[in-house]
């Protein structure tokens, strides 16, 4: 059983920082393409950074030079950290993994709140 569970949200002000992180469980971790997508009330579900299973990343323009994924295959986690954030950013943020050859893919964890507001 595949999960992905995501940790770190919360309520910051501008110009403040989270680090979300997503665990990872029932995968060969190492393999996969992992990625962190958001969705704002009202929006559809966007990419914000993925990071391949060789390491090369990828940032949707309206965070780059802010945000920072990361994996760890040790211990099976990929991290976001998250700086200068703006109320825009505010959305649940998905954990995502995908792989070209399992047809089950991608998987998707439950979500978490990230709130930017004074």
């Known amino acids: 059983q595949v999960q992905l569970v995501e940790s770190g949200g919360g309520l910051v002000q501008p110009g403040g920082s989270l680090r979300l992180s997503c665990a990872a469980s029932?995968?060969?971790?190492?393999?996969?393409?992992m990625g962190w997508y958001r969705q704002a009330p009202g929006k559809q579900r966007e990419l914000v950074a993925t990071i391949t299973r060789g390491g090369s990343t990828n940032y949707a323009d309206s965070v780059k030079g802010r945000f920072t994924i990361s994996r760890d295959n040790a211990k099976n986690t990929v991290n976001l950290q998250m700086n200068n954030l703006k109320p825009e950013d505010t959305a649940v943020y998905y954990c995502?993994?995908?792989?070209?050859?399992?047809?089950?893919?991608?998987?998707w964890g439950q979500g978490t709140q990230v709130t930017v507001s004074s």
């Open positions: 029932g995968i060969i971790f190492s393999i996969y393409d």
């Open positions: 995502n993994a995908d792989h070209r050859r399992d047809p089950l893919t991608p998987y």
